[in-house]
């Protein structure tokens, strides 16, 4: 199975060009949509998962014409969106076995094996019977996960998952989503660079509606070895090296800046040639649209 995005433009009402001319194939497995805020990520997200309309362009779920096909492709389609909002007073089974029934388990005993092992999968069942508004986030998140997963969908997408976890609850989440990838589509929007490279076998990086990359996480990497230098500088000299350096990203450590600089050629003593990781790609390509350091 394949997602396949052509030519894909968007343009709202107040003339922000959120998608411009994008084309992507989407494998199964699991695949990480980077992008820093408003690149477009969520309106990609939502177009693909039938809630609004592009201007131009098409989505293909193998034979499956998206954009024309909307309530074929939602009996596909598992959705976990950035808010999804949350029934605080009810619990996570009853809501369960509701979003069970609107996806069409009409016998009450399958459902309630559904329900019961959708909790057991995303490990709520304990919490089954709490009401939604007590959970914590991540509990939020994994519940999300449970009622994604309701219809055996074909193509999951989840949009900026792991924002407002704590380090274990991610790991917890990084752990239930691995499962998804093998025989679905996963789609990851992110802005954590941590996220895909945990995650994803194959990726894009958008930015201001524009596809930058497509492809595997290593080959990102492979094509900025040798090119990523760094060096570590007071905070004061960082306007000086912007202007005469491709600078991609900065770190304070322990109060000094560590500078990520990108060349084609070999640059004097003092900088280092590094050995890149996923964000080294990220930031490069994001460093050709935007400033990265204002982001
Ligand atoms: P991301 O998910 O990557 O943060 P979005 O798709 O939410 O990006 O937004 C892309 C751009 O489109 C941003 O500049 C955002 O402000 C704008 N945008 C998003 N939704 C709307 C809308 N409903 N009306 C007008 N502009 C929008």
Redesign the pocket.
Known sequence: MNLSISNLSKT???G?K?LNNISLTIPQGMFGLL???????????RTISTLQDADSGSIHLDELDVLENKQAVREKLGYLPQDFGLYPRISAEVMLDHIAQMKGVRNKSDRNYLVESLLQKVNLYQHRKKALGTFSGGMRQRFGIAQALAGNPSLIIV??PTAGLDPSERNRFYNLLSELGENTIVIL?T?IVEDVSTLCSRMAI?CE?ELLMEGKPRDGIEAVAGKIYQKTINKEELDHYKNEYQVISTKLIEGKLNMHVESELPLEAGFELTTPDLEDVYFSHIAKKVDPITI
């Open positions: 709202y009402s107040n922000v959120a992008g820093p805020n408003g690149a477009g990520k969520s309106t990609l997200m949009d900026e929007s802005h958008i509606g």
